[in-house]
């Protein structure tokens, strides 16, 4: 009896324990990538005085943009899960971050965001957008749910030049 007693209670251990996997070991994973499209432009930068004070509102939002970034259980059971990634750019583009997981990069990517200083020069908004595309196509290994987040204020300083063909021919 005393043996009985002693494999019941180890089967609802064994339960008990099986009931608290984690809930991800249950639903699909939803990874989602989105990719920051950041203009640190001459027409962004020397706007207001000190220079850098707009650059700095564009780096606060997309690193309170990416603490936003959790992953959670969405209504048709998935579990969302982030990649995200970050270019700035002016008539240059320079990659911030290529996709990461925010689940282990999340620092790392907001860090770089950080480092983010104004390049100045055209605003070449049409190439910067075919860059972050370049980068959600061939960045990641998903096929589906790729997002870009493109920060301007679409304001060239020497005129519109569109060396990409425009942005309705990128889009």
């Known amino acids: 009896m005393e043996t009985l007693r002693g494999l019941l209670a180890l089967l609802c251990a064994f339960l008990a324990g099986a009931q608290t996997l984690d809930q991800r070991q249950r639903f699909a994973d939803c990874p989602v990538d989105l990719f920051f499209v950041l203009d640190t432009s001459e027409s ?3 706007r207001q005085t ?4 707009y650059i700095d509102q564009i780096k606060d939002f997309a690193k309170l943009f990416i603490d936003e970034l959790r992953d959670m259980r969405h209504e048709c059971d998935r ?10 750019y002016s008539d240059d583009i320079i990659i911030v971050r290529e996709l990461s997981d925010m689940s282990v990069d ?7 965001i950080d480092l983010i200083s104004y390049i100045g020069k055209g605003t ?3 190439c910067a957008i075919r860059r972050g595309l370049a980068e959600l196509c061939w960045g990641s290994h998903h096929h589906e749910n790729k997002y ?7 304001q060239p300083v ?11 021919r990128v889009v």
């Open 158 to 168: 020497t005129g519109y030049k569109e060396p990409c063909g425009g942005v309705g």
């Open 106 to 112: 999340r620092q790392n990517l907001k860090n770089d």
């Open 50 to 53: 000190p220079h850098n004070f």
């Open 148 to 154: 870009i987040v493109v920060v301007t204020d679409g």
């Open 124 to 126: 070449y908004t049409d």
């Open 44 to 46: 962004v930068a020397l």
């Open 79 to 88: 579990i969302l899960t982030w990649n995200s990634g970050a270019l700035h």
